[in-house]
């Protein structure tokens, strides 16, 4: 079953902060967090395992909390280059597959 | 690290025609890659999720005569589309990875248009 992002859409001014909740409605094994850039392929950001992680590159960061099946992706003074949509993709077994939510359209403005 | 190759990138075809989309990992070898369809402005479907050596495993709704996908090693997996039509037309992306609960990298996409 699709996990369900929020909010659909952000606008931002550079410097601000966003955060983009993703969750499921079934246990998980991971979850993952890309991004798409407008007619390009989506770019792995980061994975998080069960247990219930945080992690961070630059100013990007996201959780998992395994017990409400959630994962939030946290992005601090926003850079123009941050602008697109983001996906996550979550795993209910070791199987490998991923199902994605559809996405969170993020825009950061000048 | 972790690029993969997806070739061609776009194709333009009449109706009918099949069309082959290779997908290549360049510098890691594979255990699963996985092939996507992209509505504009939409989430990405998974249509089938392919293993070396194995056939490959088609989400419900999926036609597994219609998408046929061979994976001959770990480097390489293709889509051929047989006997398109216009409502096939979409961009296609395929994804590789290690194995569960690792990242998935993609190749850039293909995007096709059938007339």
């Known amino acids: 079953q699709q996990p369900v992002q929020s909010p659909q859409a952000v606008i931002l001014r550079e410097g601000e902060d966003a955060v983009i909740n993703c969750s499921s409605s079934k246990a998980l094994y991971s979850v993952h967090w890309y991004r798409q850039k407008h007619g390009e392929a989506p770019v792995f950001l980061m994975i998080?395992?069960?247990?219930?992680e945080q992690k961070g590159h630059d100013k990007i960061s996201a959780s998992f909390n395994e017990k409400k099946q959630q994962s939030s992706l946290y992005l601090t003074a926003s850079q123009l280059s941050y602008s697109g949509t983001y996906f996550c993709g979550t795993e209910v077994n070791n199987a490998g597959k991923s199902t994605f939510g559809d996405g969170t359209t993020l825009t950061v403005k000048p | 690290g972790a690029v993969v190759s997806q070739h061609p990138s776009w194709v333009i075809c009449k109706s009918g025609t099949s069309v082959k989309i290779e997908c290549r990992s360049l510098d890691f070898q594979a255990t699963t890659m996985f092939w996507y369809r992209q509505f504009p402005k939409q989430s990405l479907m998974l249509m089938a999720t392919s293993n070396e050596g194995s056939k490959a495993t088609y989400e419900q709704g999926v036609e597994k005569d219609k998408f046929l996908i061979n994976h001959a090693s770990l480097t390489l997996s293709t889509l051929t589309v047989t006997s398109a039509h216009p409502e096939d037309s979409s961009f296609y992306i395929c994804?590789?990875?290690?194995?569960?609960?690792?990242?998935?990298?993609f190749g850039d996409g293909t995007r096709l248009s059938i007339l």
């Open positions: 994804s590789a990875s290690v194995g569960s609960n690792q990242p998935q990298h």
């Open positions: 998080l395992l069960k247990g219930g």
